[in-house]
């Protein structure tokens, strides 16, 4: 697991060297070591956290949800202190079909991660 700022590098030809996209993502789940670099991480994790706020709301629900999407980021959490909610999507078939959506009295469940259970109420209260 790695915390803001590291880079995440996207390449549609795996040129990392070059790559087509970069992001840092508030928190990024890593399970292959090689993917790893001084450069940052290549391509899709595991699961990439963004915490929103008014100004990046927009990117993080659009532009980031496509990006992760079409690079294959198996699990994507839109954490939205404001609403109080997070908002869990999971890649099925090249798809974020399943779209779950918790608010401040739930568990947030993640469904790559079956022992991932956040309570909710205490994520909110810190």
Known sequence: MFVAPLDVLFSEHLNYD???????????????K???????????????????????????FNEKFNLYQK???????????GNRTVHVNTLQEGIYSIRNT???????????FRELQIPLNQLFSI
């Open 18 to 32: 070059s790559p087509d996209h970069v992001v840092q993502p508030d928190i990024s789940v890593v399970c292959s």
């Open 34 to 60: 090689e993917q790893v670099s001084k450069q940052g991480c290549h391509g899709a994790q595991s699961l990439l956290v963004e915490v929103i706020s008014s100004s990046t709301a927009l990117k993080d």
């Open 71 to 81: 690079y294959g980021v198996q699990e994507y959490w839109i954490v939205d202190p």
């Open 102 to 112: 918790y608010s401040e009295q739930d568990m947030a469940q993640s469904t790559l």
